[in-house]
């Protein structure tokens, strides 16, 4: 977790404690209470979370500082293969490029008018445009179940459970019908793949892209595949969610030759 960027205080603290066996963070209060104590946290009840004053930033330090490990970065680097960096670019415009444009301008004026904090969500928005629209559905599900995570004082792996389990189930099968999948940007990143494992056969891929929620799996064959070895199967997508920024009406990633292989849904 070494370098992690907590955009939210709160809640970046509040995940990263949860991870750790023997600390009782099941839920939100309990972290708030970790940092500020009962009066103040009582105090703040209506008004949500406190405010981190800086009699009480030493504290947060202390816990974020027992949790994170760190190395010199030659101790990665020098165990590692070299990185090759390789930019691609593809061209965005579709049905929803006016929309996510559209947010990404009112995301640059709120920044300047009301800071960062809350102008954050027109940028999730911009980018989930670009990438796929679908991932605006997913964000307001988890949203629901975060609110009422903080409101009910749940772990969040518990609120919602039965509601968030079954809008979930809803949102993966819209995705599975027809092509609903597809998007200019995760047929950019299938490309990617598929020209790469032309070369490369047994490389495996890291993908730090929202478009992983609708990418589907390459499985090599070898020799000549026919046309009907290549249709894609429907089966549920592998949830990984990791964000990345976004360009006006461009994103990086690639189109590339097709080599020879079948293609599955994971």
């Keep these: 977790m070494s370098g992690t ?9 509040y995940a990263m404690l949860s991870l750790l066996r023997g600390y009782d963070t099941a839920s939100p209060s309990t972290m708030k209470l970790a940092s500020t104590g009962h009066e103040e ?44 960096h390789q930019l691609q670019s593809y061209k965005f ?33 911009a980018r989930h445009y670009a990438y796929h629209p679908l991932l605006l559905e997913l964000r307001d ?23 968030y389990a079954e809008s979930v189930a809803k949102w993966r099968k819209l995705v599975n019908k027809r092509r609903n999948w597809e998007s200019t940007r995760t047929v950019a ?20 892209d929202e478009s992983v929620f609708f990418c589907i799996s390459i499985k090599w064959r070898p020799g000549r595949v026919s046309p009907s070895m290549k249709t894609t199967q429907t089966e549920t997508p592998q949830m990984i969610k990791t964000p990345q920024s976004m360009g006006k009406s461009q994103s990086s990633a690639t189109t590339g030759v097709r080599p020879r292989m079948t293609v599955k849904r994971f």
């Design 5 to 13: 960027h907590i955009d939210n205080t709160w809640m970046g603290g």
């Design 41 to 84: 946290s009582y105090k703040a009840k209506g008004r949500g979370v406190p405010f981190l004053t800086y009699q009480k930033i030493s504290r947060m330090i202390q816990m974020m500082d027992a949790i994170t490990l760190r190395r010199p970065a030659t101790i990665v680097t020098s165990n590692l293969p070299p990185l090759y």
């Design 93 to 125: 415009e579709t049905c929803y490029t006016s929309m996510s444009n559209a947010q990404l301008d009112e995301f640059l004026r709120r920044r300047k008018d009301d800071g960062l904090y809350n102008a954050f969500a027109y940028s999730m928005r």
């Design 141 to 163: 599900i988890e949203t629901r179940r975060h609110l009422a995570s903080m409101t009910r004082d749940e772990a969040l792996g518990e609120a919602l459970l039965g509601e």
């Design 189 to 208: 990143l299938i490309d990617v793949m598929r020209a790469h494992l032309k070369n490369h056969t047994d490389d495996a891929f890291i993908i730090m």
